[in-house]
Each structure stands twice: as C-alpha cells, then as structure tokens.
C-alpha cells in the first residue's frame, strides 16, 4: 500500500468546499514538512500548502485565505479544508511528505521524497 493516500476529492459547483485527508500512517512523525501539491492539465505541478514540524504554515497567495491545512497527529492524518472553490482549482491533489529537515521552500515539489498518487477535484461554474 502507498505510504500516503489521499481521500476527499469530489466535484463541486464553484463556491463549495471539500475536504480532502491524507492518511500519513507513521510518517507524520518524522517528516520534516507536509504539504498540498495539485497540477492541473497543461500546467506544472504547484505547491498549494505546507505545515512544518514547528507547525507553522505556508499557503499559495492563490489560495490564501480560502484554504486551510492541518494534521492530527494522534490519527496520523493531514488535512486540507478547501473552501470558495474556484474552477481554477481543478486538479489532481497530492499529498506530500520531506524528510529533509532543511529545504529551499516548503512549496515546491523538489525536495518532497514521499508522495500520494492523488485524488481528483473539479469545481464547475
């Protein structure tokens, strides 16, 4: 089984919400940083949320203030609540994991060494 498997995705007319989950099993303790990565056809993979060790957050200035992520470590599951979806945030939803303890930015996919094979959101106007 996938060391990160994400659950949540759906389609929703625009202004909904989901949540998607990312069972973690026991690398949430260790992982130095988790993060939301999406890619939507025709277009590179972006770093849509972070959270660290210390807790600490980074969003995408394009989802700022619309999404949320957390973890639970006692469930070993990360979370990102998605609210005013948008259809630009169509796309495949990967959960990601670093055991990396020093990394350029949390945002970006390079130095991000667990991945989740996805779950799929469609937002329609």
């Known amino acids: 089984a996938q060391v990160l498997v994400e659950s949540g995705g759906g389609s929703v007319q625009a202004g909904g919400s989901l949540r998607l989950s990312c069972a973690a099993s026991g690398l949430m303790y260790s992982s130095y940083s988790m993060g939301w990565f999406r890619q939507a056809p025709g277009k590179e993979r972006e770093g849509v949320a972070s959270i660290d060790n210390y807790g600490a957050t980074r969003y995408a200035d394009s989802v700022t203030g619309r999404f949320t992520i957390s973890k639970d470590n006692a469930k070993n599951t990360l979370y990102l609540y998605m609210n005013n979806l948008k259809p630009e945030d169509t796309a495949m939803y990967y959960c990601?994991?670093?055991?990396?303890?020093?990394?350029?930015?949390?945002?970006?996919?390079?130095?991000?060494?667990?991945w989740g094979q996805g779950t799929q959101v469609t937002v329609s106007s």
């Open positions: 990601a994991a670093t055991l990396f303890r020093r990394i350029a930015n949390p945002l970006l996919p390079y130095d991000y060494n667990f």
